[in-house]
Structures are given as structure tokens and as C-alpha cells.
């Protein structure tokens, strides 16, 4: 529970702080294609650090407790955002296209974890 918690607050701060970084530290640095990599990088992450901190809420004794799909649904959610945002950030970065094939792993990670996330939520309300 804690875990989830800490590591989505943890995804939060850094999603805030690297998209202040990026809208003012690499203003002048980034062209407008790979300031729009970059943006999908945080809001990912944003949006998949909020679900981080939703499914320690549900480990809660008293919602699901620690259900072996969230604790899937976690590490996912967590793997997700290292490759998905991760390779978004260093191809922003970057500019090297084939970092652009590690992007879908992490997609994949977070559909995987979403898809935990709804089975917990339905074995839990049977």
C-alpha cells in the first residue's frame, strides 16, 4: 500500500519538476515536435502516477486489501512510466528514433496495468 503511494507521489514530483524543466530550462533547446515528445513524456507520467497513488488506496484493508492484481497493476504502472516516459524524455532529448520502439513496451506495461487494475476491481465487488 505505502508503496504505491510513495512511488506515484514519487512519478508525481518528478512529472511536475520535468515539465517545468522543459517548458523553461529547454525552451530554447527542444524544436516543437520534440517539445510535443516531451509533453506526452509528463502527462503520462502525471496521469499514471495519479493511478499509482489510487491503487495503494485500494490495497486499504478496508477497499480491496492487497489484491495480487493490484500489486501487478503497480509494478506495471511503475515499469510503464520508466519506458514509456523514459524513452519519450531521452528521444525528446535526443533524437534518436529507435528509442521510439522501447516507447510501446511501456505502453503495453500500462495497459497490462490497467486491465489489473479493472479485474481487482471486479473480484473484489462479487
Given at each position: 500500500?505505502?508503496?504505491s503511494?510513495i512511488?506515484?507521489?514519487v ?5 511536475v519538476?520535468?515539465?517545468a524543466?522543459?517548458a523553461h ?18 502527462q503520462?507520467q502525471?496521469f ?6 489510487l ?6 484493508a478496508k ?7 493490484l500489486?501487478?497493476?503497480m509494478?506495471?504502472?511503475?515499469l ?9 524524455f ?7 528514433g529507435?528509442l521510439?520502439?522501447?516507447t ?10 490497467w ?12
Amino acid at each position: 500500500m505505502k508503496g504505491s503511494i510513495i512511488s506515484g507521489a514519487v512519478h508525481g514530483f518528478l512529472a511536475v519538476s520535468l515539465g517545468a524543466f522543459g517548458a523553461h530550462a529547454l525552451e530554447n533547446v527542444l524544436d516543437d515536435y520534440s517539445e510535443g515528445i516531451w509533453n506526452t513524456a509528463v502527462q503520462y507520467q502525471m496521469f499514471h502516477a495519479t493511478a499509482l497513488i489510487l491503487i495503494g488506496i485500494l490495497m486499504s484493508a478496508k477497499l480491496f486489501g492487497e489484491a495480487k492484481q493490484l500489486k501487478i497493476a503497480m509494478v506495471c504502472m511503475n515499469l510503464g512510466i520508466v519506458f514509456f516516459s523514459g524513452s519519450l524524455f531521452v528521444l525528446a532529448l535526443s533524437g534518436i528514433g529507435v528509442l521510439g520502439a522501447i516507447t510501446p513496451i511501456g505502453g503495453v506495461l500500462f495497459l497490462i496495468g490497467w486491465s489489473m487494475l479493472i479485474t481487482a476491481t471486479l473480484k473484489a465487488t462479487k
